[in-house]
């Protein structure tokens, strides 16, 4: 179930385990765990396995769906600090990510926002973002310009996008207006 754990063997060790026997298990051609925080798209991708989207980003963003849209604040009200960081060490760890047993819909806004902020090229690459404010920012204009990302990069936009869209349009109760999501 875990975004980067794919093996029965790697998912029961230990983090001190994981560090000792990596240098095995990559020769041996099991995967090693990676950060998700900090990694490239087109890296979390490979990881999630489909190629398009990172699983942490499809994850929290269908509970965002599901357990946020009703939430007031839910991208301005900040989370429990100490679990924010706690959890997303734990995924950076390697270590299987069962978000449903996480119950705070802030602390699925926050993840996410923290893993679009660690990324080391936005996900709206330099050159479509400059082709994109010197455009007369149409909707033609956008979709022209998202169109010729890389499809992890056009993918994952695409995905918050729709999710932003889908919060401001619940703004009655959960007072994310468009205004407040830009």
């Known amino acids: 179930m875990g975004v980067i754990v794919s093996t ?4 029961l060790c230990s983090p ?3 560090q000792t026997h990596s240098g095995q298990w990559a020769s041996r051609g099991v995967p090693v765990a990676e950060p998700i925080y900090g990694a490239p ?5 490979v990881i999630a396995g489909d190629g398009q989207v990172p699983h942490i980003v499809r994850s929290l963003g269908g509970l965002l769906l599901t357990r946020g849209l009703d939430e007031e604040g839910i991208f301005r009200v900040p989370a429990d ?5 706690q959890t997303s060490r734990m995924l950076n760890e390697g270590r299987p990510d069962d978000f449903n047993t996480l119950r705070d819909p802030h602390l699925y806004s926050a993840l996410l926002k923290k893993y679009y902020a660690a990324l080391p090229q936005s996900a709206i690459t ?3 973002h400059q082709q994109l404010l010197a455009s007369d920012m149409s909707s ?6 998202l169109l010729q990302l890389p ?10 996008l729709r999710l932003l869209h ?3 349009q619940h703004c009655a109760e959960n007072r994310m207006t468009v205004n407040n999501l830009d």
């Open 8 to 11: 029965a063997k790697r998912a």
């Open 16 to 18: 001190t385990e994981q």
């Open 41 to 45: 798209l087109s890296r979390a991708v």
């Open 81 to 85: 600090d100490f679990q924010v960081k």
């Open 126 to 128: 330099d050159v479509v």
């Open 140 to 145: 033609d204009a956008l979709q022209a310009g």
């Open 151 to 160: 499809l992890p990069h056009y993918a994952t936009t695409l995905i918050l």
């Open 166 to 168: 889908t919060m401001s």
